[in-house]
């Protein structure tokens, strides 16, 4: 069964940093594209970030921009979300997300093209 485990959650005040870091198991991590989607209350789901199965393909909303880097290592089956220069709208609860196709060789950004999901972990960042 695959498993997604988000952690580096927290509170931060506006114009701070965290990085956040999501596990997974239960399939064959290096196969597969990850994203980061986020919900604020009373909004929809959102596209936040997507990186392919090697790396080489890498998709961004255009809100985090030039502020967010996504990463993986294949090694500790591990995604990671480095977040910089935190605004209050980036407030939400963040969860990661694994490709549902093997071997795609574009980071996708549509949220049905994923099929599994962490609980989450909620960054609020403070104004």
């Known amino acids: 069964q695959v498993q997604l485990v988000e952690s580096g959650g927290g509170l931060v005040q506006d114009g701070g940093s965290l990085r956040l870091s999501c596990v997974a198991s239960?399939?064959?991590?290096?196969?597969?594209?990850m994203g980061w989607f986020r919900q604020a209350p009373g909004k929809e789901r959102e596209f936040v970030a997507a990186i392919s199965w090697s790396g080489s393909s890498i998709n961004y909303a255009d809100s985090v921009k030039g502020r967010f880097t996504i990463a993986r290592d294949n090694a500790k089956n591990t995604t990671y979300l480095q977040m910089y220069s935190l605004k209050p709208e980036d407030t939400a609860v963040y969860y990661c997300a694994g490709d549902r196709r093997l071997f795609r060789a574009v980071a996708t950004a549509t949220r049905n093209e994923y099929d599994y999901w962490g609980q989450g972990t909620q960054v609020t960042v403070s104004s």
């Open positions: 239960g399939r064959t991590f290096s196969r597969y594209g």
